[in-house]
T-cell receptor, first 111, second 111 residues
Framework: GQQLNQSPQSMFIQEGEDVSMNCTSS?????WLWYKQDPGEGPVLLIA?????ELTSNGRLTAQFGITRKDSFLNISASIPSDVGIYFC???????????FGTGTSLTVIP | DSGVTQTPKHLITATGQRVTLRCSPR?????VYWYQQSLDQGLQFLIQ???????AKGNILERFSAQQFPDLHSELNLSSLELGDSALYFC??????????FGSGTRLTVV
């Protein structure tokens, strides 16, 4: 299957700090998604990106679809304790195909 | 509530046994995807169904099988269970240009 490299693997930050994480692939994707997963729960969709260069925001979250279509970035501004969780990127090669997931970035926010 | 229903939420069984996990997609969604998430691992794609037909296969073991019924609910059958099959199993449904909506998962523990 496709390999999505997500970094960093984990982050420990102070409340109020900004967070950046990214996802890269050797393949060109036509859709990128970002999910957050709380312990024991299913991943929840945060942001969906459908076009190269697209920049989309959802509250304090902003994600971008890389120009090369092989990467995507997620930024969280002014982190708060409830941002704690595992963030996954997911890429889709073509419409109707399955999504491939990154290995996740574990975020810990220290109050 | 994501609209995707998975049952049971927890399952404990012995090695060598067989279990069935059930998923009801969100109303109107035709596609169902099954994923396995082992401890501290990302989401591994198992299989996809679309309107009752198998559409794609991922890293699904031969001991595992799935089907989607006319009412669009899906079942994932896991047989000859091994300790290493212990994991969270998620199903997701999707509609065009929306990405996945995940259920809350079934936690399978094989003892």
């Amino acid at each position: 299957g496709q390999q999505l490299n997500q970094s960093p693997q984990s982050m420990f930050i102070q409340e109020g700090e900004d967070v950046s994480m990214n996802c890269t692939s050797s393949s060109i994707f036509n859709t990128w998604l970002w999910y957050k997963q709380d312990p024991g729960e299913g991943p929840v969709l945060l942001i969906a990106l459908y076009k190269a260069g697209e920049l989309t925001s959802n509250g304090r979250l902003t994600a971008q679809f890389g120009i090369t279509r092989k990467d995507s970035f997620l930024n969280i501004s002014a982190s708060i304790p409830s941002d704690v969780g595992i963030y996954f990127c997911a890429g889709q090669l073509g419409t109707g195909n399955q999504f491939y997931f990154g290995t996740g970035t574990s975020l810990t926010v220290i109050p | 509530d994501s609209g995707v229903t998975q049952t049971p939420k927890h399952l404990i069984t012995a090695t060598g046994q067989r279990v069935t996990l059930r998923c009801s997609p969100r109303s109107g969604d035709l596609s169902v995807y099954w994923y396995q998430q082992s401890l501290d691992q990302g989401l591994q794609f198992l299989i996809q169904y679309y309107n009752g037909e198998e559409r794609a296969k991922g890293n699904i073991l031969e001991r595992f099988s799935a089907q989607q019924f006319p009412d669009l609910h899906s079942e994932l059958n896991l047989s000859s269970l091994e300790l290493g099959d212990s994991a969270l199993y998620f199903c997701a449904s999707t509609r065009p240009r929306y990405g996945y909506t995940f259920g809350s998962g079934t936690r399978l523990t094989v003892v």
